[in-house]
Nanobody, 118 residues
Framework: QVELVESGGGLVQPGGSLRLSCAAP????????MGWYRQAPGKQRELVAS???????NYADSVKGRSTISRDNPKNTVYLQMNNLKPEDTAVYYC????????????WGQGTQVTVSS
């Protein structure tokens, strides 16, 4: 059904940067908040950053100050720019399209691996 296409993951050295991208169908993207989540081995999935349809961002404390979430509405794409990456950032990153406060209206990407290692 609805496909969220993620890209930008890979192997990066500590202190490096990556920009993750997630594209969604226009009908989904234009009506939904977008978020980036991550799940490290042995840990639960956690919110990294989110952005509302109006462009209001929110960040987890662990990435605040070194990450920026943004959305390009004409391109139906949300980005997560991550700078000064740390080994603790290693995880599978998932894109989510959702309607805040409503269950069952969300979609998830397949995930993209981010590995921070020297």
């Amino acid at each position: 059904q609805v496909e969220l296409v993620e890209s930008g993951g890979g192997l990066v050295q500590p202190g490096g940067s990556l920009r993750l991208s997630c594209a969604a169908p226009r009908s989904v993207f234009s009506t939904r908040d977008m978020g980036w989540y991550r799940q490290a081995p042995g840990k639960q999935r956690e919110l990294v950053a989110s952005i509302t349809t109006d462009g209001s961002p929110n960040y987890a404390d662990s990435v605040k100050g070194r990450s920026t979430i943004s959305r390009d509405n004409p391109k139906n794409t949300v980005y997560l720019q991550m700078n000064n990456l740390k080994p603790e950032d290693t995880a599978v990153y998932y894109c989510r399209a959702y309607i805040t406060g409503l269950r069952g209206w969300d979609y998830w990407g397949q995930g993209t691996q981010v590995t921070v290692s020297s």
